[in-house]
C-alpha cells in the first residue's frame, strides 16, 4: 500500500438491539463508553484511520440498528462491506441464537461476490457482568462452523476492545484486495462518441 490514497474499508456491525454493538463501537473509535442506552435508529458510522501493512486504511465502520422494523435497510447498508462484525451479548442467549439469522440475512442482502470466503468476525460483549449464559467454548464452536473467528470483550471495562477491529481490519484489506479492480490486473475500456457521428466509436 504504497502511495495513492488509503483504502476506505467497511466494516458492518449487526446482531441484536441492546447487545452493545454502538457502544463497542464508540469505545474503539472515540475511546468513550455511556451508561445510558440509547437504541441506534437505523445507522449510525464512524471513521478511524489505522496502521496496517505498512500503509494506513481508513476504517468506516456502520452500526445498524437491530430491530425488525429498520432489517429493510440493510440491502443498501451491506453492499459493498469488506468484513461483517456479528455482535452478541454474552449473557443472552437469545442473542447468540439470532446470530445464525443476522448472518444468513447478511449473505441474501449484502451479495458479497465470494459468500464461502467472505469473512465474519464474531464478538461476544458484556464479558464484565457475571451472569453469562453463552460459554466461550460454545461461541468458538459455533464459529469454527461458520468458518468465522471468534472475539470477546467488554465495551463498558475497555477490555480487549481493540483487537476484533485490528482482524476486521485485516480481513477487510484481504477483500478489498482480492476484489478492487485495480488490484486483479484488469483493465476497462472507456468508450466515448465522437462528436460528428454517432455510428463510430473512438476508444
Not at 448472518?103 to 470466503?117: C, N
Request: charged share 25%; net charge neutral; glycine share 8%.
Amino acid at each position: 500500500m504504497s502511495g495513492g490514497k488509503s483504502p476506505v474499508l467497511k466494516i458492518i456491525l449487526i446482531g441484536s438491539s441492546g447487545v452493545g454493538k454502538s457502544s463497542f463501537m464508540n469505545r474503539y473509535v472515540n475511546h468513550r463508553f455511556s451508561r445510558a442506552y440509547r437504541a441506534t435508529v437505523g445507522t449510525d458510522f464512524l471513521s478511524k484511520e489505522v496502521n496496517l501493512d505498512g500503509g494506513t486504511v481508513i476504517l468506516q465502520i456502520w452500526d445498524t440498528a437491530g430491530t425488525e422494523r429498520f432489517q429493510s435497510l440493510g440491502t443498501p447498508l451491506y453492499r459493498g462491506a469488506h468484513c461483517c462484525m456479528l455482535v452478541f451479548d454474552v449473557t443472552s442467549k437469545d442473542s447468540f441464537s439470532a446470530l445464525e439469522g443476522w448472518r444468513t440475512e447478511f449473505l441474501i442482502q449484502g451479495e458479497p461476490e465470494d459468500p464461502a470466503e467472505f469473512p465474519f468476525i464474531v464478538l461476544g460483549n458484556k464479558t464484565d457482568l457475571g451472569n453469562r449464559e453463552v460459554s466461550a467454548k460454545l461461541a468458538k464452536q459455533w464459529c469454527e462452523e461458520k468458518r468465522a473467528e471468534y472475539f470477546e470483550g467488554s465495551a463498558k471495562e475497555d477490555r480487549d476492545v481493540e483487537k476484533p477491529f485490528v482482524r476486521a481490519a485485516q480481513r477487510g484489506l484481504q477483500q478489498y484486495k482480492k476484489h478492487t479492480l485495480e488490484n486483479t490486473g484488469h483493465f476497462q475500456i472507456t468508450c466515448k462518441q465522437p462528436r460528428e457521428t454517432r455510428n463510430t466509436c473512438e476508444c
